[in-house]
Nanobody, 120 residues
Framework: VQLVESGGGLVQPGGSPRLSCATP????????MSWVRQAPGKGLEWVAS????????SYADSVKGRFTISRDNAKNTLYLQLNSLKTEDTAIYYCAKDCANQVTIAAKTRGQGTQVTVSS
């Protein structure tokens, strides 16, 4: 399974980048999807999940109200809109297939990640 994240980079505090996850090679619309992240020196942290049709979304408390997960099944693409970024949001962000909020599963189904660095 191939998951290709993009959209990261160096962002100022308060910035609003959008991450994308392209998903060639599997039936994207059939799977719930998630975003997880790993900050420097820390373990994998679940960020958000979305159901197959996009009707149910869930978020970690640390990002609730600031991040928005979405998907476009016609384009086989998952998104994560990051708003009001804080320095503590600095991490490698991964999309993961069919893992809900279970980071042990996400560790096995994630892509290669995209680095988001929040700094002034």
């Amino acid at each position: 399974v191939q998951l290709v994240e993009s959209g990261g980079g160096l962002v100022q505090p308060g910035g609003s980048p959008r991450l994308s996850c392209a998903t060639p090679g599997f039936t994207f619309s059939a799977y719930g999807m998630s975003w997880v992240r790993q900050a420097p020196g820390k373990g994998l942290e679940w960020v958000a999940s979305i159901t197959t049709g996009g009707g149910i979304k869930s978020y970690a408390d640390s990002v609730k109200g600031r991040f928005t997960i979405s998907r476009d099944n016609a384009k086989n693409t998952l998104y994560l809109q990051l708003n009001s970024l804080k320095t503590e949001d600095t991490a490698i962000y991964y999309c993961a297939k069919d893992c809900a909020n279970q980071v042990t599963i996400a560790a096995k189904t994630r892509g290669q990640g995209t680095q988001v660095t929040v700094s002034s």
